[in-house]
Structure formats: C-alpha cells, structure tokens
C-alpha cells in the first residue's frame, strides 16, 4: 500500500503480506497521512463502515466506490476518482525495476529498503540543486 502526491510521486509506504486484505494495512498507512490530507481515494477493496467511519473522524473525505454487494450505496465524487490512476501508474512504474515487481528479497525489511530505493529514482527528476 502507498501514498503518493499529486504528481504521482511516492511518499510513504506499508508492506503486508499477499493474502492479507486491504483493510489491513489501512491503519497504519492513514496514520502516517492521516493529518494532512482532505481527501483520500481509494478502490473497492477499502469500501468497508470501519474505515469510512475512521475518515470521518478525521474529517477525511471517502472517495471511494460501493462494492456491488452493498446494500446501500455510498456516492463518491467522480471527479476526484480519476485522480486515483496516479497511484496505479506509481506501482507501474516500481515495477519497471524487476526486484520489486517479483519480490527476489526474502525479509520485508530488504524488500521495502529496495522499493525506497526505486522511489528516490523517482523523485530524482524533481530534486533541483542551487
């Protein structure tokens, strides 16, 4: 799970295992953000009464579409869920880097040291020296 600005760059990240859900690794990723955002947009998969719950709390906005087993739906705003690609294109672009789309290392430590790694590849183009 990621973060990222709104120029698709990565900003923090929380690793889980592959069969954990997504609702999972909610808490620890808002907690890193959760004071400096207004909106969060996420998929499906986070369209769960504890985490819209816990965006309202914080006075998060939940941009987030209803799973089509709801009861009742949700609206989210359109127009703020296109922006959601830019963390698709983020993870498209980490995974250029072989390592970290096939996840050679064996400890979630090397893992996510390797996928820092990639990010600052990432921000490189955006770091200005005077």
């Known amino acids: 799970m990621t973060r990222c600005d709104g120029q698709g760059r990565p900003l923090c990240f929380?690793?889980?295992?592959?069969?954990?859900?997504?609702?999972?690794?909610?808490?620890?990723?808002?907690?890193?953000?959760?004071?400096?955002?207004?909106?969060?947009?996420?998929?499906?998969?986070?369209?769960?009464?504890?985490?819209?719950q816990e965006l309202a709390k914080a006075d998060v906005?939940?941009?987030?579409?209803?799973?089509?087993?709801?009861?009742?739906?949700?609206?989210h705003d359109r127009e703020k869920y296109r922006w959601r690609n830019l963390v698709?294109?983020?993870?498209n672009r980490l995974k250029n880097w072989r390592r970290v789309a096939t996840r050679y290392d064996k400890t979630a430590e090397s893992y996510l040291g390797f996928v820092a790694l990639a990010s600052v590849t990432l921000w490189l183009p955006f770091?200005?020296?005077?």
Do not use: C, W
């Not at 997504?22 to 369209?47: S, T």
């Not at 770091?127 to 005077?130: D, E, Y």
């Open 14 to 52: 929380v690793l889980t295992p592959g069969q954990t859900h997504d609702v999972k690794g909610f808490g620890p990723l808002f907690g890193m953000l959760a004071d400096r955002i207004e909106a969060l947009l996420a998929d499906k998969g986070y369209d769960a009464d504890a985490i819209r």
């Open 61 to 75: 906005e939940a941009v987030i579409p209803t799973k089509s087993n709801r009861r009742i739906p949700i609206p």
């Open 88 to 91: 698709e294109r983020l993870f």
């Open 127 to 130: 770091v200005h020296v005077t």
